[in-house]
C-alpha cells in the first residue's frame, strides 16, 4: 500500500504546481483506494455505474488485499527460529545428521 501511495503522490506531484495540493490530493486519491472495496462504497457506486465498471473498482482496493499480506507476514514470522535468528528454509532446524548426506551442500543444510 505504501508503494501505491508513494506512486500515485509522486504521479500527482508532477502533475501538479504545488506540493501541499499534491500532497492533499494524494490522500483523497488514497482514501478514495482504500475505500473502494467497502460494502457501503460499493453499494452506492452499483447505484450509478455499470456493474463491469463497479466489479473493477472493487478490484482495485487496498482493503481485499490485506487478508494475502496478513498471511504473508503471518508466514515470515514463522520462521523466525526461537534463538531469534530468521530461516531460510526450516525455522528451528538444528538437526546436524543433515551435513551428513551425501552431496548435501557441503553442510549447508541447517540454518545458523
Not at 8 to 22: C, D, E, M, P, Y
Not at 26 to 40: I, K, M, N
Request: net charge negative.
Amino acid at each position: 500500500m505504501a508503494g501505491a501511495l508513494l506512486a500515485i503522490g509522486t504521479g500527482l506531484s508532477a502533475a501538479t504546481r504545488s506540493q501541499v495540493v499534491a500532497f492533499i490530493l494524494t490522500e483523497l486519491v488514497g482514501l478514495g483506494y482504500l475505500l473502494a472495496g467497502h460494502r457501503l462504497v460499493l453499494g452506492l457506486v452499483q447505484g450509478w455505474l455499470p456493474p463491469g465498471v463497479a466489479d473493477a473498482l472493487a478490484g482495485f482496493s487496498f482493503i481485499d488485499h490485506y487478508e494475502a499480506i496478513a498471511r504473508g507476514v503471518e508466514w515470515i514470522v514463522g520462521l523466525q527460529s526461537g534463538n531469534g535468528g530468521w530461516a531460510a528454509f526450516d525455522a528451528d532446524n538444528v538437526d546436524h545428521y543433515l551435513n551428513n548426506i551425501p552431496f548435501a551442500d557441503h553442510g549447508a543444510l541447517l540454518d545458523r
